[in-house]
């Protein structure tokens, strides 16, 4: 029960931070609609276990991580800038709503891997929590990991349908102000990427 209750706690919690993926799954919604969120929602699930086996690794054998993390940060603050800038050009609605265009599953997958923040969960509390579970039994930790990624896409699907529902109610200059607003949001997110990064990579 203690492993299902952090693993809900946990992944609701991370569904629902502000962060790259969420805005992410915001910008999709508007632009493409909601599949194209709830796309952008299900990524990490095919992304995370290279992270996990990373964080397991990582734990055990690696004592010098700091650079690693900050080449990943300014890697997904390149991405996070160059997305951003593309919401600059949009001009209203009839833009790009193709999903082939789109691709949002793959915006999704390459955003958390790049993204430090997965890593830093895992490295400082989801890898122990892991552990702790496999300790006791392989079903704690696959309790544990599966209510955490079910609760975490739950989190950002319900909000990729909230938010393409309300696409209906926007104008092309709604729309374009409000993807303006979403790629600013991005561009800030970048220039904390590439400040943390840099950070980590000097010490």
């Known amino acids: ?10 992944g609701l919690s991370a569904g629902i931070t502000p962060g ?7 910008s999709e919604s508007l632009r493409h609609g909601t599949m194209a969120g709830m796309k952008v929602a299900v990524a990490p699930v095919f992304s995370d276990l290279p992270i996990v086996l990373l964080a397991f ?5 690696l004592s010098h991580l700091d650079p690693l993390l900050g080449g990943v940060s300014i890697l997904g603050g390149g991405l996070l800038l160059f997305l951003g800038i593309q919401n600059f050009r949009i001009r209203g ?3 790009g709503l193709s999903d082939d265009v789109s691709r949002p599953f793959a915006k999704g997958i390459v955003v958390n891997a790049l ?5 830093l969960f895992w490295l400082t509390i989801g890898a122990p929590i892991a552990d702790r ?10 309790a544990f990991l599966g209510c955490f990624y079910v609760s975490f896409v739950a989190a ?3 909000l990729a349908v909230l938010v393409g529902r309300s696409r209906k109610l926007f104008s092309d200059t709604l729309y374009k102000y409000a993807m303006w607003l979403l790629g600013g949001a991005l561009c800030l997110l970048a220039l904390f990427f590439f400040r943390d990064g840099i950070r980590l990579i000097t010490g």
């Open 1 to 10: 029960m203690l492993f299902i209750t952090l693993g809900v706690f946990l």
């Open 57 to 61: 690794y990582v734990l055990t054998s």
């Open 133 to 142: 579970a496999m300790s006791q039994h392989w079903i704690h930790l696959l």
């Open 93 to 95: 609605l009839t833009l």
């Open 20 to 26: 790259p993926l969420l805005a992410l799954v915001f």
């Open 115 to 119: 993204n430090p923040h997965p890593y």
């Open 156 to 158: 950002k699907v319900i």
